[in-house]
């Protein structure tokens, strides 16, 4: 559909202290489309998504090897402007995450940071918490610490929190995970209404979310206690008409 | 998961035990609640358990007397050392004996100079502590991981700092500062001298607090691309005040109770100092001498260990209100 992909990834490898954690990745992931990573837990996944933000810098003996392209930039690169990169790229992690300052402070403080004028900074609060539906709800307590908001409600705030930073891709890391159904409901709804302006990778357990958000998916497994990538495709073919053995298995809850 | 959690279940603990809760599970709570005579006519009732219930809740008992013993001991010899030293300083303790000198080596008069001397000897310890040991602990929380070699000597060496004897600073004190750099007996000597004795148990204490201080936090900072500098003044340090507050404050009472280092250092002299190039005597110093070498001077050394505890219990406080305050006006913005 899409023959040139956003984010291209060639023969990549990570391995943690020197032991391997996944292997051999080779897959693309399509501009502006939701693309879901699936397995089990353990198979890499997550080492995945770390990658594209470069995070994995933050583990010590942490190690890629092969190439990650975005767009044009070598996303391995050890020159790589990570302060920039990582405005290009978004992250909401699996447990909520807002700094134990106020919901006002939370928004300001990377706005400030990125050099964001004063006056136009409580503008672009408003714009982001209406963006993800938490305006109404918190117009009147911005300065209330983020922490008493609700589970739902903060991982809301993180969302207009990386949203803020107008990244072009936006990783999902199990977003809903420790979150009740009705609050993964506006989430789910939230993640759908991105679609389109942002590039979103989304890590879940939750075949049937994945079912309803993807548009291309990959399913990671873990072969000879290393995580490497078992299929990938549109969604309507991973999970309707799966070839591989494992993922067949998978979507029927079987163990491999 | 964090180490703050684990610190919160330690501290309930004592209490979970006496209450029997930790030990016999929900549905033996009951009875346990119930007065020693009544669980035993439960047992005449022919109950296979209650016998179970009755010991169990036996061991729960003692197991209270037990914590409730120990702390009730520990309570009783604080109040009684309150006492004993109330007991024989209160009768001295005026604004004038705060304020006056001290007359007739300590017999009579105040310890005005003496307050002041500490005081001044006091704030160049923390001063000079915190200036060096926040940095080095950011240093060892931050920037060294656990593992690497230059972080494992740092420690390793506070560590043994930490359980130096005093009288051994006090001799490196005067060996450094008052003859090498020619500092001579001074305040500064002295402040300079306790802030080496202080730092290795402030460092420590204030790592301790950086590295509690949630990974999701510094993930997420990553993530929206923060500065190390933004992501430290603003998340972490904040994030970790009540426990570098609390590393200070125990500094503060290391520094207050110290003697054997400032005697070498600092000196004796107890008129009034006019700069920090002055020698000046300490408040513990002050005791040290009254009770050992001045006849009749018991009166006085109790009433200025009286000062001594206002002094440290009003420094605590005075820390305590700083965080919260400082903490309620960082985190609003």
Known sequence: ?256 | MSRKDHGMRKRIMPAEHAEGRGRSGPTLRRPAAVPYGQARQLRDGGEPSAVLLNRAFRADRLAAVVVWGAAGLVAGVFAWLLAAVAFQGAARLSLAFLTTPPADAGRSGGIGPILVSTLLILGVAMVSSVAVGAPAAVFLAEFSHAGTRSGRWVRRSLDVLAGMPSIVFGLFGNALFCKLLGLRFSILAGGLTLACMVLPLFIRLAEEGLRAVPTEYRQAAAALSLSPTTTLFRILLPAALPALAAGLVLGIGRALAETAALVFTSGYVDRMPESLHDSGRALSVHIYDLSMNVSGGDGGACASALVLIGLLLALNGGTAWLTTHWRRKTYRV
């Open chain 1, 1 to 256: 559909m899409n023959p040139s992909p956003l984010i291209q990834a060639e023969g990549l490898r990570i391995s943690y202290g020197g032991r391997l954690a996944l292997r051999d990745v080779t897959f693309g992931v399509a501009a502006g489309r939701i693309t879901a990573l699936v397995g089990p837990s353990g198979c890499g996944k997550t080492s995945f998504l770390n990658c594209l933000n470069r995070l994995t810098d933050l583990i010590p003996g942490c190690r890629v090897e092969g190439s990650l392209r975005l767009d044009e930039t070598d996303l391995l690169d050890p020159r790589l402007d990570l302060l920039a990169h990582r405005r290009r790229v978004g992250m909401i992690f699996q447990r909520p995450n807002p700094f134990p300052i106020s919901i006002r402070a939370n928004l300001d403080l990377p706005l400030r940071e990125h050099g964001c004028a004063r006056e136009e900074r409580p503008l672009r609060i408003e714009a982001c918490l209406r963006d993800v539906g938490l305006w109404e709800e918190v117009r009147d307590r911005l300065d209330a610490p983020a922490l008493a908001l609700s589970g739902g409600q903060q991982q809301r705030l993180c969302f207009a929190r990386a949203l803020s930073l107008q990244p072009e891709v936006l990783l999902l890391d199990e977003p809903c995970s420790a979150l009740d159904p009705l609050s993964t409901g506006v989430i789910e709804e939230l993640i759908l209404r991105l679609r389109g302006r942002y590039t979103l990778v989304v890590v879940t357990h939750n075949l049937a979310q994945a079912r309803r958000l993807a548009d291309a998916a990959a399913l990671f497994w873990l072969r000879d206690g290393a995580g490497c990538l078992v299929e990938h495709g549109p969604a309507s073919h991973v999970f309707d008409a799966p070839r591989e053995p494992e993922t067949r298995d998978y979507l029927r809850g079987y163990r491999g």
